[in-house]
């Protein structure tokens, strides 16, 4: 990794100055290169104690969040855009209702 350039200024967020590096790639430790990222697979047993979690959080029952989950996991595995669910004009998204439709 290159350092390209650094910027130091005022951050809203912090308060304070803050400083940002803007770095560039030299050597990729992507073997190929091309072609579509595979998301690794979780062994069961953390994929259990996640869902485990989300349930006693209460994260997994919202139904809003759910659905623009699946349409960002649909996006970042590559389906074609006519696949992917219309957030913003689905009646039934925005009550809250959501069902398999045939």
């Not at 770095?23 to 290169?33: A, C, E, I, M």
């Not at 074609?80 to 998204?93: A, G, I, K, Q, S």
Request: hydrophobic fraction near 35%; include cysteine.
């Amino acid at each position: 990794i290159d350092l390209v350039e650094n910027l130091d200024g005022y951050c809203w967020l912090t308060g304070g100055c803050s400083t940002a590096y803007i770095h560039r790639v030299t050597k990729s430790l992507w073997v190929n290169g091309v072609g579509r990222r595979e998301r690794p697979v979780l062994p069961l047993e953390e994929q259990a104690y996640r869902i485990v979690k989300l349930l006693e959080s209460g994260e997994i029952t919202d139904t809003k969040k759910f659905m623009r989950n699946v349409y960002n996991n649909m996006i970042f595995s590559g389906l074609p855009e006519d696949w992917r669910p219309n957030l913003d004009d689905d009646d039934d998204y925005n009550r809250g209702e959501l069902f398999i439709r045939s």
